[in-house]
């Protein structure tokens, strides 16, 4: 069974910068997609970031050019650095260990971590 899990969340200022981590255990970790999600209150959960070794990154437009995800296989770890955080990305971020569908669509797979808390506010 795929476990995740998820660190580096906290309180920082419009403006500041965060990058979280997730290390993944009972999968193959260099076989899956790996993706981020964020869950706002209230909101749906949405995808914001995805990786493969193969087809390189993906982004939502919302978090483009501020966001960064990159992976090490060695470390069965994925990250998101996360730069001019404003407001609006606060939330509980998760990540995931997914497959790329024919569409280059990101399919999440079944586990879930915790998830840990981003809150943006001055």
């Known amino acids: 069974q795929v476990q995740l899990v998820e660190s580096g969340g906290g309180l920082v200022q419009p403006g500041g910068s965060l990058r979280l981590s997730c290390v993944v255990s009972g999968t193959i970790f260099s076989a899956h997609a790996m993706g981020w999600y964020r869950q706002a209150p209230g909101m749906q959960r949405e995808l914001i970031a995805h990786?493969?070794?193969?087809?390189?990154?993906n982004y939502a437009d919302s978090v483009k050019g501020r966001f960064t995800i990159s992976r090490d296989n060695a470390k069965n770890t994925v990250y998101l650095q996360m730069n001019s955080l404003e407001p609006g990305d606060t939330a509980v971020y998760y990540c995931n260990a997914g497959q790329l569908d024919a569409g280059m669509k990101y399919i999440a797979g079944s586990g879930w971590g915790q998830g840990t808390q981003v809150t943006v506010s001055s």
């Open positions: 990786i493969t070794h193969r087809y390189g990154t």
